[in-house]
Nanobody, 122 residues
């Protein structure tokens, strides 16, 4: 019943922008945090950003800080990841997942979406 669906990925040139969406169904964001993760080709999945819907706190990996912005529209049960100044190293499959808060380990996130491909050409 609980589902997260990512969308908005695509192919862009370095320096371009994309806006990813994570749409939730089967639950509301009020009591959950939503995290964005990515898995580059041949590498392990890593955390990118997280938003705690309880207080609106946001967190970013150092590699994306200043370039990416996470936001939440609780009325739509949707979290967005605005990605600007994209670099080739941002190329990955991007996933969203839920947790009780942003401080939990990656393995404690659940309800993973199917992922959306982001490819940044140099």
């Amino acid at each position: 019943e609980v589902q997260l669906v990512e969308s908005g990925g695509g192919l862009v040139q370095a320096g371009g922008s994309l806006r990813l969406s994570c749409a939730a169904s089967g639950f509301t964001f009020d009591d959950y945090a939503i995290g964005w993760f990515r898995q580059p080709p041949g590498k392990q999945r890593e955390g990118v950003s997280c938003i705690s819907n309880s207080d609106g706190s946001t967190y970013y990996a150092p590699s994306v800080s200043g370039r990416f912005t996470i936001s939440s529209d609780n009325a739509k049960n949707t979290v967005y990841l605005q990605m600007n100044s994209l670099k080739p190293e941002d190329t990955a499959v991007y996933y969203c997942a839920s947790a009780v808060n942003c401080q939990v380990a990656q393995d404690d996130f659940g309800s993973w979406g199917q992922g959306t491909q982001v490819t940044v050409s140099s």
